[in-house]
């Protein structure tokens, strides 16, 4: 193996330790995210409230995408994986 | 509408207002993320390195279900979010 693809793979193991070290912040962050929206998961079914609310989620989507572009972030990326959380939140307040 | 409506409603827009900030919080990591996988994405191909590491992929599914579950939040949840994470960036190092 080269010099070259040495110092590459000392590199890539590099940006994959930064990776993982954001992905627990996220996990951290998704962690209060779920016990917020178990909350009104909750609400809603004590309430009668529809567990899916597509202004709601038409807003949170919106919002998402200028959040996305203010960070540098490909909005069309930010709302695919917006698109998992949301549906995996909807999904978990039908089973409640 | 009632009052315990009306205190259900008031605890809704509460909720959410504190999701927003969670997720104004996500986007800002997505957005750190994401700038790292793309220098990932040139690396790989400057050292004609695949694309895709599926050994690389199956540690991070496991790490992932490890602190989702210190974290209190269901593996299967963290996962499915991440597998969106992971499949949306593999897609973009295609495209590069």
């Known amino acids: 193996m080269s010099d070259t693809q040495d110092t590459a793979l000392l590199r890539l193991a590099e940006l994959r330790?930064?990776?993982?070290?954001?992905?627990?912040?996220?996990i951290g962050i998704?962690?209060?995210?779920?016990?917020?929206?178990?909350?009104?998961?909750?609400?809603?079914?004590e309430?009668?409230?529809p567990?899916?609310?597509p202004a709601r989620e038409a807003q949170q989507m919106a919002?998402?995408?200028?959040?996305?572009?203010?960070?540098?972030?490909?909005p069309a990326l930010a709302q695919?994986?917006?698109?998992?959380i949301i549906d995996t939140v909807v999904q978990n307040h039908k089973q409640v």
């Open 51 to 53: 567990p899916q609310d």
């Open 47 to 49: 309430h009668s409230l």
């Open 17 to 26: 330790r930064g990776i993982d070290v954001l992905d627990a912040q996220l």
């Open 63 to 74: 919002r998402i995408a200028e959040l996305a572009t203010g960070a540098g972030l490909d």
């Open 30 to 45: 998704l962690g209060q995210r779920f016990g917020l929206t178990a909350e009104v998961g909750k609400l809603k079914k």
């Open 80 to 84: 695919r994986v917006f698109r998992a």
